[in-house]
């Protein structure tokens, strides 16, 4: 018994030990911690999209980058699939999300956001010999999306959420394509995207746009609850919008402010 004791109290002094061995490992990894990792769907041109060397670049990046600098704030942007983009908030493996980010109520519950930064709206995005004149007129045409935007949403309100025409795709880029060939009648996304998409095939493509389509505000998101990190982002807005640099960033994409 006695024996027992003492191999027992070896044993939580052996432990203690090696715990005490990893201490410093664990402050160096929450000293890594002070970059904070800032996630995006970057195949959303021009807001965000990936060159050959794997930089990330766009509109939101030079926003997120010009916020960050006026708040002190260290940030490493990641590519991250839209699908999963939402939770990767949740499980701390991202801190940061900018990436065209529609603030909606649903959205709300489950992430915080920033004062809005950017205003857009849903397009429709056709072939240039299509009949289509009006977003009713798709009651019975293949809609393509990129699954769970704010396109999907209206798709799904028009259409049904369950109906197959509805074809949904891991990125805008993807819907574009299938419009190209021919897959569906119409894309529905944010005009922004579409009309960059346009920009390069005039020739293939038209668009309308349709009064029921409400105004879209895009935030920064952060996880529920990090008010801190969110006053930091505010404030850099704030800022940055104050100064010009937030104008002059627009300008580098979208030209002159209307
Ligand atoms: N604004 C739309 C939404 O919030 C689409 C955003 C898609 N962004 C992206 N980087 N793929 O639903």
Redesign the pocket.
């Known amino acids: 018994m006695k024996r027992l004791q003492l191999a027992f109290v070896l044993l939580l002094a052996l432990t203690s030990c090696t715990k005490k061995a990893e201490t410093p490992q664990g402050d160096a990894s929450s000293q890594a911690k002070s970059e904070l990792v800032v996630g995006?769907?970057?195949?959303?041109a021009p807001?965000?999209s990936e060159s050959a060397d794997k930089t990330v670049h766009g509109f939101?990046i030079d926003v997120i980058k010009a916020v960050a600098e006026k708040s002190g704030l260290k940030i490493r942007v990641i590519n991250t699939p839209?699908e999963g983009l939402f939770s990767q908030l949740q499980s701390g493996d991202r801190d940061i999300l900018i990436?065209?980010?529609?603030i909606?109520d649903e959205?709300k519950k489950v992430m915080d956001f920033s004062e809005p930064y950017f205003e857009?709206v849903q397009l429709i995005a056709l072939p240039a010999t299509s009949k289509i004149t009006k977003f009713d007129d798709l009651k019975n045409s293949k809609i393509g999306v990129?699954t769970?935007?704010?396109?999907?949403?209206v798709a799904s309100r028009l259409l049904g959420k369950a109906n197959a025409n509805i074809k949904r795709f891991e990125?805008?880029p993807l819907a574009l394509e299938e419009l190209e060939n021919g897959g569906v009648d119409a894309v529905v996304?944010?005009n922004g995207?579409v009309n960059n998409f346009l920009a390069n095939n005039p020739k293939t493509f038209k668009t309308i746009s349709d009064p029921s389509f409400s105004k879209?505000h895009?935030g920064i998101a952060v996880k529920k609850g990090n008010a801190e990190l969110l006053k930091k982002i505010n404030d850099g807005l704030a800022a940055i919008k104050a100064d010009g640099t937030y104008d002059r960033i627009f300008k580098t994409y979208f030209g002159e402010k209307k």
């Open positions: 995006t769907d970057a195949a959303y807001f965000e939101d839209w990436s065209a980010i529609t909606n959205r857009a990129q769970g935007t704010t396109g999907d949403e990125g805008t996304a944010d995207v879209e895009y």
